[in-house]
Structures are given as C-alpha cells and as structure tokens.
C-alpha cells in the first residue's frame, strides 16, 4: 500500500490546477439542454481538447495523453473542485469510446475519436425503445442488410441529448428471424441521416434532455458497424459495464456535492439545529463520498494489478446513484420552504440537482436489475 | 498510488484463514464458549504459532514488527471466524500500547516476549468502555485512570483487581466490571503522557472492531447465500426468488464500500496522520452498520432457522451486535466526526482531492 502521489501526478495536478484556474469560464454555462446552453458546452470542449484534457486516458494519436487512471482521477478531482462545466459529451468519451477502443477497427477509431474528443461529434445512445427498456434484448427496431448498408426501421427512445447530438451509437436487429439477444448488431448512425426524425422529450425539469428518435428506411453504411454483424449484444454489454462502473461517475463529483452539503450545513447551522437527523445525514454525505472515492481508488490499483472489473461494478451503480440521492434530499431539507423557490442563487444548483438525481437509480440499468446482477453473478445465486 | 496489499500481505491473510477454518470451527467455539473461562490455552498456543500473536509486537522484542495496515486484513478473519476479543487485546492493543514506552522499559522487556510466544494474555480498561473484556484470565491488565491533566496508564496485575462478571448475549463474550486502586507501583506514564497512548489506542481499537465487523459481515452474507441455494420453497431455490437476491445485494453492497473505508483508516494510523481518529471513527460506523445489515438480511433470508441456537449464524450476529457499542458507540463516534466536520471552526480540508492529501 502507498498511498502518494508520484511527483509526476503532482505535477500533473498542479498543470491541470493551474490550467482550470486560468480557462474555466468564470460564470456558470447555460444548461446544456438549451441550444445556447450547448453551444456553450461545445466551446468548452473543443477548448479542453485543444490543450489535451478532453480525453486524458486516451492515445496520444486519437486525440488523449495515454494518461493512466490514477491521473484520470487527478484530472476529475481538479475538474470538480474548479466547478468545471458538465462534459456535454460524455455519451461519446466514456460510453462509445472505450467500446471503440475494444471492437473498433483502427479505420474507426481512427475516423471518430479524435472528433469526439473535440466535440466536432457529438453522441447520442440509441439502445432504449418503447417497449425495451430494462428488457433491452427485446429491441424490435430493424436493420436490415442490402449489399453495403443497412436499412434501419424503428423508434429509440429516452436518447438522450439526441436534439443536439450528430451521431447515434445503438444496437438494431440485423437479423429478421433472432430473438433476444441474438442477431443484434451495434451501429453508428448520422443523425442527420435521411429518413430520421428527432422529437424531443421534456424532462422533469421542464428542459428537453431527451429524445424519441425514428428510423423510416434509413441507410447505414455497413462500415458504421462496430464488431461482428449479430455480435451487438456483446459489444453492447461491455459498454454498460463502463457505463455503470468507474467512468460515468467519477468520485470527484460525489466530493463535491458533499463538500458543498457540510457548507451549506454550516451556513444554516441555527436552523438546523432543532433536527438531529439532518446533521446526521450531513454526516452520512460525506462518509459516503469518501466510501465512494476509497472504493474507486481500490478499484483502480486492482485493475493495475491486472484484476478485471466485472459485476461490481453493479455495486457502484447502486452506491453513486442512492449517494447522490440521499445528498440532495438532505440539502432539500436543510433549505426547508425555500427549497422550491428555483431562482434563490443557493438554491437552483441543488433543486436542479434534487431532479436529476431522481433519474440516478433508472439510467444506466435500474438499480434492480443491478441486484439482481449482483445477486446472479457475484453470488452465483440461480436465475429466476 | 497503489491503495491495496502486496502479494505477500494477502498470503499471510490466506494462511491465517485457512488456520482458522480447520482450528475455528463453530462447532469446536461452541464447545469452548460452554466452558466456564470461555476461552482454550490449546488454540492460542496454535495461534501463536501461525504468528498471530507476533504480527503487531516490534522486531526488537521478537515480534514481526508489522502495523495497523496488516492488522486491518487479519481483523476480518477474526470476525469471520467470530475469534473472541481476548486475542486482539493481547496481540494488537497491548503491543501498540506497550510500544508506546520508552525504549528498554522494563515492561516491554516483560511482557511482549510472552505475547509474541503465545503465554500471556492482557487485558485493556479504556475510559470508553464501561466494563473490561477476558479480564478473568488476563495475566495482566493495562488500565486507563483519567486525571485532571490527562489519562495515566497503569500496569496492573491479575491479583489487585476484583472482579464481577456481566453475561453478555453473545456467548463469546467474557465482560467484567473491574474494581482496582490506582497506585504508584501500578502506574506507568502520568496524565500528560498517558493521554495520547489512549487516544491512539482508541483509534486502533475501532479499526480492529471495524475490521472484524466487516469479517462478521462477510460470513453472514457467505451463510445466506449457501442457504438461499440449497433451501427450496415452491419447487425452487429460495435464491432464485427476487426478494432474497436484493437482499443479498444490498449486503455486498454495503460490505463492498466499508472495507477501503477500513482500509484507509489502517493507514491513516500507520503514518500517525492527523485525521487519523475522523478515519476511524468513519471505518469503525460504516463497517459496524455493514455487519448490522448481514445480520439483519442474513436472518431474514434463513427463516425460523435463523432463530433457532441450532444454526450458526447465531454466533455471527451476536458478535456483530455487541461489537457495534464496543469501543466507542456509534453516538460517540458520529459526535467524533460531527465535531471535526461540522462544529470545526474553519472549514476543514474536505471535497475533490483531499482524500490522499
Ligand atoms: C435521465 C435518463 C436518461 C436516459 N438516457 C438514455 C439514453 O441516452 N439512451 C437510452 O437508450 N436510454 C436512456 N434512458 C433510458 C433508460 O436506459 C431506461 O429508462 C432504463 O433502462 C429503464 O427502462 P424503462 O424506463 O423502460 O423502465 P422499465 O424497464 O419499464 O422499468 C420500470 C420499473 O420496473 C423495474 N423492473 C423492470 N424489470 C425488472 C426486473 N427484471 N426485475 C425487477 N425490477 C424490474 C425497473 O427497475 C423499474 O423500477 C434514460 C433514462 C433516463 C431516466
């Protein structure tokens, strides 16, 4: 066990410190479920990848610094505590990218990577539909092959930033006849594509995170395909496994917040005094995030150990998801009757955040299917 | 940054586990436990012998002169096996509090040698705990007496102290009210040096107790789900209905993000850091709730087995339900973090980034 930094990672948290106190904008961006907002978000990112922080664990040569993960984490920690942007497109750098980095093939990686990393693309994921949703093998939307592309049919859903997003990465039934999860294969789409139509969702908060996207013959070249045709299942699963695991949700973000739940705490002290409990789930915010940090930085030296990550990352699902949940019920507490008033300076960030949380324990794999993975593949316990 | 064990550490833990196993078993504790003394001169003989009892005792007293870090791995096999409290007294607490003297204090030269062979056991009476654990066969017993101006720490043998004994729920337990008089002979630092002794001493007690409560966990959530496999209801594995798998996941849940919390603490007091007491408070509330949810879950999945003294599982939930107020309940240890975090004057060092710093 060490538990210090090299003096390279120092030195890198003091670059990145340095850096962030130097170009992050000084007020807050507009939400990037607004076209200025995104715009916004946009510029933001094509800057970072322009001084190589955009995709730091990435290759050199696809548009990152081959940073390990231990510099991944010191990125993140500096990112959060500058109150850095939301990345606007984190669908394309921590869902599509290593999937591409695994299966794709170097004309791909090639072509994609270093555009995603600047934003000139920007992703949507399409594996959600009407009637596929914790049941995703039960995909209905088509595409079927004609020569040298595929002809897409069908609806996705819940897509989110599809609105504002070029491409789609999501999973269609190349084969007419399968079922399940077979016969599925796992494809890039232009959204701009003929034959698509995005119609936007409007979320809990009144903002349109979201999309219903649909297919009416639409052509996809069959080089868009990643991995095998009828292989989409596999190719799909290993991009929820880093989905749910480490990279969606880095620590940083949970520290943050925590932080920001004991000032507030602090500030309003008085008031809060005549409940206990709230002190208490203070107390639980920020035991929580530290848990969630110390489990990752585990996670990582395993991994450098030449461990794999497999079903635990179900437990980081549920962990982050059920974390940030409580944190922000607590600051919706301690704000008390004011907690609804979304222009209060103290509390739009955490009222927004209240919202979003609610979707923490659905997105990515509902934290039941989650148990039950946890359940069937770390205990081995029979399927039902 | 390479926040896990060596190769080696890991092995040592493997050794120790599968010792346990063979040596340990529940049936061979419960017939130790029905004894009056509770406890067996032929196992910690063993024990010593796998150098358990030699791990936390410096090189210089013969000992293996290893920390609170190797300690935080062997603590979960304590629990897992629900060893009882006498060992880690003498073989960690002891030798921390004994290390603590001067260099060539008479005591040290006494008394470490016959920890790290196996021939002695110490008792601890530390200010935060009302009653003394495995007192009755304590060869010796280091107690705390608080002063005005701090905590002396007196050495004091078996035979100046009388003795009532409190039954506990959990049959592994041996509690005793102590009754003894401070004295010149007995003391051995005054208030201003003893101070710091207990306070550390305190810090390494909640990581053991942590430690072995996320063991206790671990074998809970072992025991359910071997029964939740084999146990059929309705032509099927119980294991097999959703109810008991979330039941379950939870528990890995919880285990899954107490143990690096255990684990940051044992390094924390390894390098004497000053937050050293926040992490082990931490450690010691994450994983004592961890062992209270297995205990809970574990019980639940079991049925009417699970109620009855026949099934193992007893043993383990008794174990994890004592040792939640032992050493610091959980009020005392959330006032500990309240206190630095929240009624601090400043700010802490708290948020991204802070965590390693
Ligand atoms: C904010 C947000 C963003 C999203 N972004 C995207 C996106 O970009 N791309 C995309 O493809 N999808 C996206 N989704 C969709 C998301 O993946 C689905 O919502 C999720 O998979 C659950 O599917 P569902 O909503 O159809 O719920 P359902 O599957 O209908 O589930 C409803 C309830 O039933 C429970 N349930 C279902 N099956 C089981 C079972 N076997 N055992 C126990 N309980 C069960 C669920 O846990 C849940 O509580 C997003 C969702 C949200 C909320």
Redesign the interface.
């Known amino acids: 066990m060490d538990l210090t930094y090299t003096p390279e990672q120092q030195a890198f948290r003091a670059e990145v410190r340095a850096w962030l106190a130097a170009h992050a904008p000084r007020t807050p961006l507009q939400s990037y479920d607004t076209r200025e907002g995104f715009e916004q978000h946009r510029a933001w990112e094509a800057e970072l990848a322009e001084h190589g922080y955009s995709a730091i664990t990435w290759p050199k040569e696809l548009g990152g610094r081959g940073a390990g993960l231990i510099d991944w984490l010191v990125f993140e920690e500096e990112y959060w505590a500058a109150d850095a942007p939301l990345r606007v497109n984190q669908n394309g750098l921590l869902l599509l990218a290593p999937t591409l980095m695994e299966f794709g093939t170097a004309e791909q990686k090639a072509r994609f990577l270093p555009r995603t990393a600047r934003c000139d693309d920007m992703w949507a994921q399409g594996w959600s539909e009407p009637n596929a949703g914790s049941d995703m093998a039960s995909i209905t939307s088509r595409a079927i092959r004609d020569g040298d592309h595929y002809v897409l049919n069908g609806q996705k859903t819940w897509s989110t930033r599809a609105l504002f997003a070029n491409w789609m990465f999501g999973l269609f039934r190349s084969d007419p006849e399968s079922s399940r999860h077979h016969g599925l294969s796992y494809l890039l789409v232009p959204l701009d594509a003929e034959g698509i139509t995005v119609r936007p969702i409007k979320a809990l908060n009144g903002k349109f995170a979201f999309a219903e996207v649909f297919f009416k013959d639409v052509h996809v070249s069959v080089e868009n395909r990643v991995g095998e045709e009828g292989q989409g299942w596999h190719v799909a699963m290993a991009t929820a496994g880093f989905e749910r695991g480490l990279l969606l949700r880095s620590p940083a973000r949970y520290q943050r917040t925590a932080k920001r739940l004991v000032e507030l705490y602090r500030r309003h002290r008085g008031e809060a005094a005549h409940d206990g409990t709230l002190r208490d789930a203070v107390l639980r915010a920020w035991m929580g995030a530290e848990a969630y940090t110390l489990s990752s930085y585990h996670t990582v030296a395993r991994l450098q150990h030449g461990a794999k990550i497999g079903a635990e990352s179900s437990t980081n699902k549920i962990f982050w998801s059920e974390l940030d949940l409580d944190m922000h019920e607590t600051a919706m507490h301690l704000l008390g009757a004011r907690a609804e008033l979304i222009d209060d300076p103290e509390v739009h960030e955490w009222l927004e955040g209240f919202l979003f949380a609610q979707a923490g324990p659905i997105y990515a794999g509902s934290n039941e299917i989650q148990r039950n993975i946890i359940a069937e593949r770390m205990l081995g316990l029979p399927k039902n | 940054?390479?926040?896990?064990?060596?190769e080696d550490q890991i092995a040592f833990r493997d050794a120790v586990s599968r010792f346990f196993m063979t040596e340990a078993a529940p049936e061979q504790l419960r017939e130790v436990w029905e004894t009056g003394a509770g406890r067996s001169a032929a196992l910690r003989k063993k024990i010593a012998e796998q150098g358990l009892t030699a791990l936390s005792v410096p090189e210089a007293e013969g000992g293996l002169g290893m920390g609170d870090?190797d300690w935080a791995l062997m603590t979960q096999e304590l629990g897992y096996y629900a060893i009882p409290d006498s060992l880690a007294d003498t073989a960690y607490l002891a030798p921390g509090l004994l290390a603590g003297l001067p260099a060539g204090h008479a005591l040290r030269a006494q008394w470490l040698p016959r920890v790290v062979d196996g021939s002695c056991r110490i008792a601890i009476g530390h200010p935060v705990n009302p009653w003394v654990a495995d007192a009755h066969l304590a060869d010796l017993l280091l107690m705390a007496h608080p002063v005005a101006d701090g905590c002396e720490l007196h050495a004091v043998p078996r035979a100046k102290v009388e003795l009532t004994v409190l039954p506990s729920i959990d049959a592994s337990r041996r509690l005793f009210e102590v009754r003894w008089h401070p004295d010149t002979e007995t003391r051995v630092l005054d208030g201003v040096a003893g101070a710091p002794q207990w306070a550390a001493t305190l810090d390494r007690a909640a990581l053991n107790v942590g430690g072995q409560a996320i063991g206790l966990a671990q074998r809970m959530?072992d025991l359910a789900?071997d029964y939740?496999?084999q146990r059929k209801q309705f032509g099927?594995?119980i294991?097999?209905?959703?109810a008991?798998?979330?039941h379950?996941?939870?528990v890995?849940?919880e285990i899954?993000?107490?143990?690096?919390?255990l684990?940051?603490a044992a390094?924390a007091l390894a390098?004497g850091e000053p937050d050293a007491s926040v992490r082990a408070s931490?450690a010691k509330?994450?994983c004592a709730a961890a062992a209270w949810t297995a205990a809970r879950k574990a019980i639940q999945v079991h049925g009417a087995m699970g109620y009855t003294w026949e099934v193992d599982l007893q043993m383990f939930m008794k174990r994890a339900w004592v040792l939640d107020a032992a050493w610091g309940d959980r009020a005392f240890h959330?006032a500990r973090?309240?206190a630095a975090?929240?009624d601090a004057e400043t700010?802490p060092s708290?948020?991204?980034?802070?965590?390693?710093a």
């Open positions: 940054m390479d926040f896990t064990f060596t870090i959530l789900t939740a496999a099927k594995p294991g097999s209905f959703q008991i798998k979330h379950l996941a939870d890995v849940t899954e993000f107490a143990r690096p919390v684990y940051r390094a390098a931490h509330l994450a959330r973090l309240g975090l929240l700010l708290i948020g991204p980034g802070t965590t390693f």
